[in-house]
T-cell receptor, first 110, second 115 residues
């Protein structure tokens, strides 16, 4: 089983739609979790950290379920500019390893 | 701007060439990383440096040789590469390592093509 798995995508949604991505991780000792976004031919950039209690940043909501070992990202009222690949990142082994998922590609259509 | 710069942005090299990739971070971080991103694959961690000392080497072939002369600069020396080494090479930094709470900041990457 891969360490971090994500919905394969691509997700093609109309503007204004709500879309959710899931990510699962295999190491139950994982300690911190992040969502990054990567635009085409650009570097990954931090979108948000994921906290145990869940957190929200504008139209973006991240949730963590430690018991089931999954993380989710919800995007509401999607914009054309949200089109990107979303990378789930898990940090484990007391911070020694950043493990990236393969990414889920989102295309928001006009 | 993320505060992490990389040069060159694009590089084409033959299998017998020697070249170097350069990374510089202006964030005052103590940890720096090299990643490889191939098409349709997750980012692969290659090397980690903490306070200029190499702390991780993820079974990377010896044709890739990192160097960290100070906490702001990181190099990746390349020699006798193979076509399958063609990829986007990303440098990143974080405040410290190991620490699970600090996110990584990435440079724009060097797109390498080996012919």
């Amino acid at each position: 089983r891969k360490e971090v798995e994500q919905d394969p995508g691509p997700f093609n949604v109309p503007e204004g739609a709500t879309v959710a991505f899931n990510c699962t991780y295999s190491n139950s000792a994982s300690q911190s979790f992040f969502w990054y976004r990567q635009d085409c031919r650009k570097e990954p950039k931090l979108l948000m950290s994921v906290y145990s209690s869940g957190n929200e940043d504008g139209r973006f909501t991240a949730q963590l379920n430690r018991a089931s070992q999954y993380i989710s990202l919800l995007i509401r009222d999607s914009k054309l500019s949200d089109s990107a690949t979303y990378l789930c990142v898990v940090n484990d082994n007391y911070g020694q390893n950043f493990v990236f998922g393969p990414g889920t590609r989102l295309s928001v259509l006009p | 701007e993320t505060g992490v710069t990389q040069t060159p942005r694009h590089l084409v090299m033959g299998m017998t060439n020697k070249k170097s990739l350069k990374c510089e971070q202006h964030l005052g971080h103590n940890a720096m990383y090299w990643y490889k991103q191939s098409a349709k694959k997750p980012l692969e961690l290659m090397f980690v440096y903490s306070l200029e000392e190499r702390v991780e080497n993820n079974s990377v072939p010896s044709r890739f040789s990192p160097e960290c002369p100070n906490s702001s600069h990181l190099f990746l020396h390349l020699h006798t590469l193979q076509p399958e080494d063609s990829a986007l090479y990303l440098c990143a930094s974080s405040l410290e390592w190991p620490n699970p709470d600090y996110e990584q900041y990435f440079g724009p990457g060097t797109r390498l093509t080996v012919t």
